[in-house]
Structure formats: structure tokens, C-alpha cells
């Protein structure tokens, strides 16, 4: 929020510098980010009366003027469309140095202009303008600049967390520094404006739920074409707001000074009665600015007897909106729950001032008074008759501000030091709570503009920030020194992060939330949860996987011509809905492009299925346990058929590996043939307690056998069928050749396999070596139809 430190005085003035006032609103947990003036420095421009204008000979577009300033006259060449005769500009002197440009005594076409007549754009005050910036007319010639427009001024950036609503407000941010320093503050409580007419509009509240409180007003006869007073442009202006015209100006100003939004109908192309209610199914509203958005029973409208004319606390209808021609207005200052406002404006791709104050919790006992602030300034500007101030409500369904027990331990225990009883009790004031003595400590009342305060920490953490975070005092730590459980059976996942780091991969963190059409590509199958108040639609959905993340990281790296591409992630998986959710904390990875990075020693080929076999079996070792785990063939939705895997730790599945299906790597628009995996970190983590085993003293020897099998027989449950036949006798045992073609019958394939046999108490005879190939032998038989190739 940018702030004017000349408007932010009018309110508390405290006896410190700007620097100074911008740390005290930083300690107090208002953190300013940038300190910058207001406009540039504008020495040498005065105010200019153009006393003639008259045509210049040799251009249609430009004009002659006389411009008084301060007792001297100038010429000025001038081709702004508004200059004209007792007009009153800037004009900067020959010399002045304008941001863009340093004024010189020049010939237009053959005319002396000694000076330039100057917009606003050119002095830095805006980033367009029309023609000349007009000053007005009360102004004396002369002038300087700065003066005229209460220059110089500050502007402080502050950057507000999202439960300090009431500080989108000058009044709030006001408080805060009054609290913080004990300076005195105007309240915001303007005075009530007389009705003049009895003219009101009849307000049915249909969801008191969403609308407890709406106040509104009639005002006749206003002059839709008055100009906004400079001073009121010039504050929008350093607030970082557009002019548009008085009234919406006006509705603007009063958000700034009370962080209260207003809107303005025009009265004559409204239908009364007014009805606060949700929408129905069907309806439509074309809001300011064209745009047309459909409407359902989520959504809090403002309406009519034709229908919606405002979607309520985000933006007003084009077809009620004030204009040049509106000479009768209705004022609106309502108050909206904030459940109703939040996620609404973004679902339809919108943000305005309003929505962003109203989602987060606006002061429910500010709609009348800002109407009123409002009232005053539209007639004092725009003219007009108003009405009586109607407000209409739901006390029931008004926020409750129940008391909160602040009791001095809990207070001293978080805080880790003693305050003075009566500075807590003087600063729970400060912060316009309602505080009384107990005798455990304080009940207090939260003020109706602090949405936040809702539970014992939060005053603390108020008392903490009032306090002054550096006030602290400085004291040693205290604390158990404890040496935590290391158990050998569980692995740290920093491990797992060390390992693929040597192996190549970077860490990635991504969003939990993704895409839900790249979600549905990649795992259909799987229940989703889609999120209430989505940052955006891209981020719509909790992921499922991490495999999303990974791909959208693989494809910004490669369309920045990083074509070697290695990553993993670590993280929070969810699945079910909201009430069943199931959080899965996973590894996952992704490799693409070429298996080794480029070099003289090795051909380039691009990466494939066993590559990344080889990580993951390295993850695995790293448990103690890589024999519990098995790789078997199977289909995955976002995998490659013939070139994916479920992992399987005793037989429960925990993860896949896999090609990426060629179909989403055209879609995703990836190359480089991407290779995934993603398993269970609970799989990872859980490891075999290290025990000692004896080095056998005696020979091995290997028998290596060639078996045909079935082409739909995997070769890792023939090793493993292998081996539990062989006995204990069996210390290892590999696959070492698969051969189809000749010599082998159609749909067969031979596999040979290598076993490693040993004893510990004595060395093996070639009888013994033949019983256990022909136990080997008889259960591959048994299981899989096998036959010994060459029989």
C-alpha cells in the first residue's frame, strides 16, 4: 500500500523524522519496503496564467500564448488542445530541468517560446495526460509548483500481511502508529450530514448471512462534470490511483481515508427495491468495463427488479454505473463476511480495491460513517440534495466480538520476559481493544476492525509488536540439552537427497498445487482435491504426484536450451477428499536428454529405462534391504507401455519408474525421451538393521544354466526362484545373457543366469554343486514350465 507521509500526519503526527517513522511502522509489524518522494524535484515551475493565445502562422496545431507569471510575461509556444485564455498551468522556466528534459529559450517555426506550459506527464505526475495539467483558478501566478500541490511529500511502499486489513485504511495504519509511539490520532468520525430530502431506497437483505449491515443514501441534482479538486487527484495519485471523475474519485478517497469501499449507482437506471442476495442460476452481469461474467448461487449480487446490478464487494454493473449524464445517485457502504468475497473476484479473473479489502475483513461498524464522509464530499464538490442515511441490518448475523482471556503467565511464558502490568493494560487500549483486570490478568474485547484477533497468542503477539520486537531484551539461552534417537532401522531423507545429487539430479520445489488438466493427463485415475480460493487456474488442484511439477521444470529448461536435464523432488503428496485426505510424503524424479553430459569418451545417446533403474536401485542399496524390493511390468496411465514398472517392497506396491508416454511428451511439447520415477518415502526410509556376517574361508564356485521360458516369465523371478532353491548355499546370483532368435521357438526366450554357491564350514564337492543345480532345475520347472536349452 503506498502512503503519503503529508496525509499520514494529518492524522498522528509523532515527533520523528520520515526514516524514523518508517522504522517505528516496520517494528510495528508494517514493513516498509521503499521510501521514495512523492514526484520529482520541480524547482523553476511556477503557476502560469495564459493571459492570450492566438494562433501561430506557420503550424494549425500550436498556439502563441502570453502567460503571466509572478508580475513578468512570457511567450510560450504551446500545442496542448486545452490551452487557452485564463487557463492556469504549470510552466517551467527557461533552465528548469524536467525529468525527461531541461527547458531552453528555442525558436518554434520562427516564434520565441521562452518557457514550456506543462502536463502532467511531463512533469512526472502521471504517466499519460491529455493537455495541460489544470490548476485551480484561486491559485495566484507565480507560485511555485510545489507549493500549489503541498509539495514535497514522501510515499512510503508498506507491504501489508494479509491479516492486517484494518491497515488498508489511513485511519488504520494511523492507529498503529499511535500505538507505537504514543502519539495522539484523529478518529474517524465524520460529522453526520443534515437530510434535506426525504427521499431513500427500500434495501431487502435476502442473505444476512453474507450482508448483515448496508447502508445507504439518495442525493439528487449532483453536477456529474465538476472537476476534482487538485489536492483530492493529487492524494489518489500518490496512493497510486487514477482520476476518473468527482464521484468515483470521491467513493476512492473515503476507501483510502477508512479502507471502507463505496459504490456509486445512478439512482434513474436503477429499478428499486434493492435486494442483497445470492444469484440464481443463469443470470449474467456486464460489469464496468464491458466485460460480461455468469453468475451462480455462489456468488453475492446486488439487484434490482431487472436483476444483478453490482456483484457485491468486487465491482459494480455497466448498465447502473455513473457517468456524465447521472444527475441523481444512490451510495452504497456495505459491509460483506468475508467468506462470501474470497476466491469470488479470482474466479472470474478479477482484482479490484475492494475485493482485496473485503476478503480479508473490513471494519463492520464503518459503512454509515463513510457514507456520511462520502455525502459530505460529493456535496460539497458535486452540489445536490441528500436524503437520509438508511441503514438496514442483521444484528444477529453482525461478526461477534467475543472477549479473550489474556492471563499474565501465558503472556510472560511466551514472551520470555515481564512487562509492567499497567503498560499491557495501556497498550491493549492503544490497539482499541476493551481491556479489564482480572485476577489471572485481562478479559479482553476486540475492536470491530480487528478480524485477527480471535484467540489469547494473537494479543500476545500484539503486546510483543506494540512492545517493539528490537526492545527485546537480550538474555542467554536456557534450554535441556537432549541428544535425540538415532535408530540404525531408519534412514534421514537427506541421504536419499545425497545420493542423487551425486548422481547428477538437482532439487526442484514446486507448488503443491498444479494444473488440473495436466493432472488429469497424468493420473486419471487418482481423486482429486480441488482448491476453495485457487491462486489461479493453473494451480487449482492439490497434486496427486510430483510428476506434474517435474515435467512443467523439464520443459521451462529445455526451451531455455538446457537439453540435459536431471531433477528430483521431495514431498507431500494428497489424495482422497478434504475429510479422507491422505498425505503421502514422496520422492520422485525425472532424467531427460543424454545419459552422460558431453565428452570425447563415450557416444551420445539419450538416456532410457535402465539408466534410471540404476538411481533408483542405488536408493534402494542404501536401505540394506534391495532385496525386498522388486521391479514388475505393468501399465501406468502416464507411462510408456512396454517401458514402465511398479515397484514393489515384500510384494506392496510403493512407486513407479518409467518412460514418459510418448503422446504426453508431444502434448507437454518435451523431448529428449523423459524417464520417470516416483516412490513412497516411508518405502525409502525404512531400513534393514546392520548385522555381522562371517567371510566363509572356503572357495566359491558358479554354475552358470541357460533355461527356456515363456516370453511373459520375468527373468527376476527366475533369479529369485533360482536362489530359493539353491538354499543358503546361494550367496549370489545374476542374469547375465537373454537370447531370442534362432535355435529359440517362437514366443520363448532363453535366459541365462549365473549362481555363486559357498559354504562356511567346508569346501563344496562337484556332487554337491550338482544337487543344488538340479533342485535349481526342477523348481524353474515346476514354476514356470522351464527347460535346460540344448535338451
Not at 496525509?7 to 524514523?20: C, H, Q
Not at 506543462?118 to 507549493?147: H, I, M, N, V
Not at 521431495?570 to 524424479?589: D, I, K, N, V, Y
Not at 532368435?741 to 556332487?767: C, E, F, H, N, W
Amino acid at each position: 500500500m503506498r502512503v503519503s507521509e503529508q496525509w499520514l500526519r494529518e492524522w498522528v503526527n509523532p515527533s520523528l523524522s520520515t526514516g524514523e517513522l518508517a522504522e517505528a511502522l516496520t517494528m510495528a509489524g508494517l514493513e516498509v519496503d521503499a521510501i521514495e518522494p512523492a514526484a520529482p524535484a520541480l524547482d523553476g515551475v511556477v503557476v502560469g496564467r495564459i493571459a492570450e493565445c492566438h494562433p501561430h502562422p506557420e503550424a494549425d496545431r500550436l498556439q502563441i500564448c502570453t502567460v503571466e507569471a509572478g508580475g513578468e510575461h512570457v511567450q510560450v509556444v504551446c500545442g496542448a488542445p486545452n490551452a487557452r485564455p485564463g487557463l492556469l498551468a504549470p510552466l517551467a522556466r527557461v533552465g528548469t530541468e524536467l525529468p525527461e528534459l531541461t527547458v531552453r529559450e528555442t525558436q518554434v517555426r520562427g516564434q520565441l517560446s521562452s518557457g514550456m506550459l506543462c502536463a502532467a506527464s511531463e512533469l512526472g505526475l502521471s504517466e499519460e495526460s491529455d493537455g495541460l495539467l489544470e490548476l485551480p483558478a484561486e491559485l495566484e501566478p507565480g507560485t511555485p509548483l510545489e507549493k500549489a500541490l503541498s509539495l514535497p511529500d514522501t510515499v512510503l511502499e508498506i507491504d501489508l500481511t494479509p491479516n492486517r486489513a484494518d491497515c488498508l485504511g489511513m485511519v488504520g495504519i494511523a492507529r498503529d502508529v499511535a500505538a507505537r509511539t504514543d502519539a495522539p490520532t484523529a478518529p474517524f468520525a465524520p460529522q453526520p450530514v443534515a437530510a434535506q430530502s426525504d427521499d431513500t431506497v427500500a434495501v431487502h437483505l435476502n442473505a444476512p448471512q453474507d450482508c448483515p449491515r448496508y447502508a445507504g443514501r439518495v442525493i439528487r441534482g449532483v453536477d456529474p462534470t465538476a472537476p476534482t479538486p487538485l489536492w483530492m487527484r493529487e492524494r489518489l495519485r500518490r496512493a497510486g490511483l487514477r482520476s476518473v471523475s468527482a464521484l468515483v474519485d470521491i467513493t476512492n478517497y473515503v476507501l483510502l481515508e477508512s479502507g471502507q469501499p463505496l459504490h456509486a449507482f445512478d439512482l434513474n437506471r436503477l429499478a428499486p427495491p434493492i435486494n442483497v442476495r445470492r444469484a440464481r442460476s443463469g443470470e449474467s452481469l456486464t460489469l464496468l468495463g464491458g466485460d460480461t461474467v455468469e453468475l451462480d448461487d455462489g456468488v453475492l449480487v446486488i439487484a434490482d427488479e431487472t436483476g444483478p446490478v453490482a456483484f457485491a464487494g468486487v465491482m459494480g454493473g455497466q448498465s447502473t454505473a455513473v457517468d456524465d449524464h447521472t444527475t441523481d445517485v444512490f451510495l452504497e457502504a456495505a459491509h460483506f463476511a468475508p467468506s462470501i468475497i474470497a476466491g469470488r473476484a479470482r474466479r472470474y479473473g478479477l482484482h479490484t480495491d475492494a475485493s482485496h479489502r473485503f476478503e480479508r475483513g473490513v471494519d463492520f461498524e464503518t459503512p454509515e460513517p463513510a457514507a456520511e464522509r462520502a455525502t459530505e464530499l460529493i456535496l460539497a464538490i458535486c452540489g445536490g440534495i441528500a436524503g437520509r442515511t438508511t441503514v438496514t441490518e442483521e444484528p444477529s448475523a453482525l461478526p461477534a466480538r467475543d472477549p479473550i482471556e489474556l492471563r499474565h503467565e501465558r503472556l510472560e511464558g511466551l514472551l520470555g520476559w515481564s512487562i509492567d502490568s499497567h503498560r499491557v493494560f495501556s497498550m491493549l487500549e492503544h490497539l482499541g481493544t476493551e481491556p479489564e483486570a482480572t485476577t489471572s490478568g485481562w478479559q479482553v474485547t476486540p475492536p470491530s476492525w480487528r478480524f485477527d484477533l480471535e484467540r489469547e497468542v494473537d494479543l500476545i503477539e500484539e503486546i510483543a509488536r506494540l512492545y517493539g520486537y528490537d526492545q527485546v531484551p537480550e538474555r542467554p539461552l536456557e534450554a535441556p540439552l537432549h541428544v535425540a534417537d538415532a535408530p540404525e532401522q531408519t534412514l534421514e531423507d537427506y541421504e536419499l537427497r545425497r545420493i542423487l545429487v551425486e548422481r547428477g539430479y538437482h532439487e526442484a520445489i514446486h507448488y503443491a498445487f498444479v494444473d488440473p488438466s495436466l493432472q488429469e493427463r497424468l493420473q486419471p485415475q487418482r481423486t482429486r482435491l480441488p482448491l476453495a480460493n485457487p491462486l489461479s487456474a493453473e494451480l487449482a488442484e492439490m497434486r496427486t504426484s510430483l510428476w506434474p511439477g517435474l515435467l512443467q521444470s523439464v520443459h521451462r529448461n529445455q526451451a531455455r536450451q538446457h537439453e540435459r536435464v536431471r531433477l528430483f523432488e521431495c514431498g507431500r503428496t494428497f489424495q482422497g477428499t478434504l475429510s479422507e485426505l491422505a498425505q503421502t510424503p514422496t520422492l520422485a524424479g525425472v532424467c531427460a536428454g543424454a545419459r552422460y553430459a558431453e565428452q570425447w569418451d563415450a557416444p551420445r545417446r539419450s538416456v532410457d529405462f535402465f539408466d534410471v533403474k540404476a538411481d533408483v536401485e542405488a536408493l534402494l542399496a542404501l536401505t540394506g534391504a534391495a532385496d525386498t524390493f522388486t521391479f514388475e511390468a505393468a501399465e501406468h496411465p502416464a507411462l510408456h507401455p512396454g517401458q514402465s514398472a511398479c515397484i514393489r517392497r515384500n510384494g506392496e506396491p510403493v512407486g513407479w519408474l518409467g518412460a514418459l508416454h510418448p503422446q504426453h511428451a508431444k502434448a507437454l511439447e518435451l523431448h529428449g525421451n523423459p524417464v520417470l520415477f516416483e516412490i513412497e518415502l516411508s518405502a525409502l526410509l525404512e531400513a534393514r538393521l546392520p548385522h555381522f556376517q562371517a567371510i566363509s574361508r572356503y572357495p566359491s564356485i558358479r554354475r552358470d544354466l541357460a533355461v527356456l521360458v515363456d516370453e511373459s516369465v520375468a527373468a527376476g523371478d527366475l533369479l529369485s526362484q533360482a536362489r530359493d532353491a539353491a538354499g543358503a548355499q546361494a550367496v549370489d546370483g545374476r542374469i547375465f545373457d537373454v537370447y531370442r532368435g534362432k535355435g529359440v521357438p517362437d514366443g520363448q526366450k532363453s535366459v541365462a543366469m549365473g549362481l555363486i554357491l559357498q559354504d562356511y564350514s567346508r569346501t563344496l564337492t562337484d556332487r554337491d554343486v550338482d544337487g543344488v543345480i538340479d533342485s535349481v532345475v526342477k523348481r524353474l520347472e515346476q514354476r514356470f514350465g522351464a527347460s535346460l536349452r540344448g535338451e
